[in-house]
Nanobody
Framework: QVRLTESGGGLVQAGGSLRLSCAAS????????MGWFRQAPGKEREFVAL????????YYADSVKGRFTLSRDNAKDTTYLEMNGLKPEDTAVYFC????????????????WGQGTQVTVSS
């Protein structure tokens, strides 16, 4: 079993930045691919970014490419999503994900989820 704990959400003005963190415990972190999804009110959960076990391969949704950066620190069992140039349409609950496979871009296929953290971007 894997437990994922997110932190770092909040309220920010358009154009601002936030950094989300996801701390993992349970299963060997370095053997898991990690990622972030988000879900806005009334919408389905969507893929945002993924990173492989070693951290040398990342995938990003087109909507966040060039603005978001996903990284991981296997020594700390933690991943970080750096979000810059935030837009009101980035407002959503952001969920950390962990998977034994890579890449897993469909929410229905994700192995493990965090509880979510709210990100609100005001215009």
């Amino acid at each position: 079993q894997v437990r994922l704990t997110e932190s770092g959400g909040g309220l920010v003005q358009a154009g601002g930045s936030l950094r989300l963190s996801c701390a993992a415990s349970g299963r060997t972190f370095s053997r898991l691919a990690m990622g972030w999804f988000r879900q806005a009110p009334g919408k389905e959960r969507e893929f945002v970014a993924l990173i492989n076990w070693s951290g040398d391969n990342t995938y990003y949704a087109d909507s966040v490419k060039g603005r978001f950066t996903l990284s991981r620190d296997n020594a700390k069992d933690t991943t970080y999503l750096e979000m810059n140039g935030l837009k009101p349409e980035d407002t959503a609950v952001y969920f950390c994900s962990a998977d034994r496979g890579f890449p897993v871009v469909r929410a229905s296929s994700v192995d493990y989820w965090g509880q979510g953290t709210q990100v609100t971007v005001s215009s």
